[in-house]
């Protein structure tokens, strides 16, 4: 319902919204597409009635290369980033999500990654692919539990195959608490609501290149979730 809403209040604008990130996508430099979609979604927040508290931008590494590990609770969550993160990223999606008409165009633009999760060879690809752009001073976004939680602010556990690119480009990685963000797409309301972000600090190489996959993961899940059971609590 309130996608319908925000495209409907925004219906005169739409079509040239996605033709300018089509075209800025293929002829533009990232920082300027990004800022262009970074405009479009809080054209769309302020139109779906959505409002973003934001925590933590300090914790971002000074240098580019590096890799947002949130939870994962909805279809928005992926928006509270283009909203709210000051440096351009891409991200990595399902295969089956990126067959969105909306999704597939911003995807392009942002030079995003499908991944295929039941095709080992096409996942270790992406991985290899995300390795190599982080390395060279790229950004990703990532969900390490796979799939949304569906359990509001409680989450899944985090995949360690997930944060291989992160390791093997020595990348930092910065775990990422999403709040109330399964609200906006998830509920059958277009009531204005209020999700959060909070930007956590960095695990540096130096922290976990001692630490599997597994432990990372368990490591950047227990950091999350104590600012989730803080907000609970």
Same mark, same amino acid.
């Given at each position: #319902?309130?996608?319908?809403?925000?495209?409907?209040?925004?219906?005169?604008?739409?079509?040239? *919204?996605?033709?300018? #990130?089509?075209?800025?996508?293929?002829?533009? &430099?990232?920082?300027? &597409?990004?800022? +262009?979609?970074?405009?479009?979604?809080?054209?769309?927040?302020?139109? =779906?009635?959505?409002?973003?508290?934001?925590?933590?931008?300090?914790?971002?590494?000074?240098?580019? =290369?590096?890799?947002?590990?949130?939870?994962?609770?909805?279809?928005?969550?992926?928006?509270?980033?283009?909203?709210?993160?000051?440096?351009? +990223?891409?991200?990595?999606?399902?295969?089956?999500?990126?067959?969105?008409?909306?999704?597939?165009?911003?995807?392009?633009?942002?030079?995003?990654?499908?991944?295929?999760?039941?095709?080992?060879?096409?996942?270790?690809?992406?991985?290899?692919?995300?390795?190599?752009?982080?390395?060279? %001073?790229?950004?990703?976004?990532?969900?390490?539990? %796979?799939?949304?939680?569906? #359990?509001?602010?409680?989450?899944?556990?985090?995949? =360690? %195959?997930?944060?291989?690119?992160?390791?093997?480009?020595?990348?930092?990685?910065?775990?990422?608490?999403?709040?109330?963000?399964?609200?906006?797409?998830?509920?059958?309301?277009?009531?204005? &609501?209020?999700?959060?972000?909070?930007?956590?600090?960095?695990? *540096?190489?130096?922290? *976990?290149?001692? #630490?599997?996959?597994?432990?990372?993961?368990?490591?950047?899940?227990?950091?999350?979730?104590?600012?989730?059971?803080?907000?609970?609590?």
């Amino acid at each position: #319902m309130r996608i319908a809403m925000m495209v409907i209040r925004l219906i005169y604008a739409v079509p040239y *919204y996605l033709f300018r #990130m089509w075209w800025m996508g293929n002829h533009s &430099t990232k920082e300027k &597409t990004y800022e +262009f979609v970074k405009y479009c979604v809080k054209r769309a927040n302020d139109k =779906g009635k959505v409002l973003i508290d934001v925590y933590g931008l300090e914790n971002l590494p000074e240098k580019d =290369g590096y890799v947002l590990f949130p939870n994962h609770q909805g279809m928005y969550d992926v928006m509270v980033f283009l909203d709210s993160c000051p440096r351009p +990223f891409s991200f990595v999606v399902k295969k089956e999500v990126r067959n969105a008409p909306l999704v597939r165009i911003v995807v392009g633009c942002l030079h995003s990654l499908a991944i295929d999760r039941e095709n080992l060879k096409q996942s270790l690809s992406v991985i290899k692919q995300m390795t190599i752009r982080v390395k060279n %001073g790229e950004n990703f976004l990532i969900f390490a539990e %796979g799939t949304r939680s569906r #359990m509001g602010n409680r989450m899944r556990e985090m995949k =360690g %195959g997930s944060f291989k690119s992160a390791v093997n480009a020595k990348a930092p990685i910065v775990p990422c608490a999403l709040i109330d963000c399964f609200k906006p797409f998830d509920e059958k309301s277009t009531k204005k &609501t209020r999700v959060s972000v909070h930007y956590l600090k960095p695990l *540096y190489y130096e922290e *976990y290149k001692d #630490m599997t996959t597994l432990e990372i993961a368990a490591e950047v899940k227990r950091r999350i979730e104590e600012v989730l059971f803080t907000v609970e609590a």
